[in-house]
T-cell receptor
Framework: DGGITQSPKYLFRKEGQNVTLSCEQN?????MYWYRQDPGQGLRLIYY???????QKGDIAEGYSVSREKKESFPLTVTSAQKNPTAFYLC???????????FGAGTRLSVL | AQKVTQAQTEISVVEKEDVTLDCVYE???????LFWYKQPPSGELVFLIR??????QNEISGRYSWNFQKSTSSFNFTITASQVVDSAVYFC???????????FGKGTRLHILP
């Protein structure tokens, strides 16, 4: 079945540690996105990529990094510089920018 | 600047009642898209509808209907004869034709009580 797979479902980070969230899609979509969701805050865009080997910062990119080496994959690294990483992270993809975005099931990140 | 406001943070209704979720948006662009997404307890956002700013026709899909009014910058969502399975957080969103991003409102949490 076509879709977006995020892993792991739950992730725990220790102080000073970098962690990487995986996002894979088999929909042959060009554009991919990472959002952060905090209670009562809606979705905020972290990074997005419209094409392989290219990506742009969203509204809250500080403390995060991404790569887009393959069309299917858009991993997000939460670095130790992100002081408040506890949140629900959602990955999305669309055929191209401005189109309907389809979402994965999310990764819930907590700090130990 | 673009903005989406969902003034209703949380709504509770009894099953089989009709319920309307409000969405008001701000944009200076004449060409834009409006969206509604549903987020059930599982967490994954599910796409419901996208409307083009040039298409003000109301849309009905089963028990769901959408009322788009450019004059009031609103894109309201009504669920008729609500069911417990409709319980979720609903997000309204806006995308300008010139922009690659979607701006989401903060969401309305809907509780359908049996």
């Amino acid at each position: 079945d076509g879709g977006i797979t995020q892993s792991p479902k739950y992730l725990f980070r220790k102080e000073g540690q970098n962690v990487t969230l995986s996002c894979e899609q088999n929909l042959n979509h060009d554009a991919m996105y990472w959002y952060r969701q905090d209670p009562g805050q809606g979705l905020r865009l972290i990074y997005y990529s419209q094409i392989v080997n290219d990506f742009q910062k969203g509204d809250i990119a500080e403390g995060y990094s991404v790569s887009r080496e393959k069309k299917e994959s858009f991993p997000l690294t939460v670095t130790s510089a992100q002081k408040n990483p506890t949140a629900f992270y959602l990955c999305a993809s669309s055929v191209r920018a401005k189109n309907i975005q389809y979402f994965g099931a999310g990764t819930r990140l907590s700090v130990l | 600047a673009q903005k989406v406001t969902q003034a209703q943070t949380e709504i509770s209704v009894v099953e089989k009642e009709d319920v309307t979720l409000d969405c008001v948006y701000e944009t200076r662009d004449t060409t834009y898209y409006l969206f509604w997404y549903k987020q059930p307890p599982s967490g994954e956002l599910v796409f419901l509808i996208r409307r083009n700013s040039f298409d003000e026709q109301n849309e009905i899909s089963g028990r769901y209907s959408w009322n788009f009014q450019k004059s009031t910058s609103s894109f309201n969502f009504t669920i008729t004869a609500s069911q417990v399975v409709d319980s979720a957080v609903y997000f309204c969103a806006l995308s300008s034709y010139r922009d690659d991003k979607i701006i989401f409102g903060k969401g309305t949490r809907l509780h359908i009580l049996p």
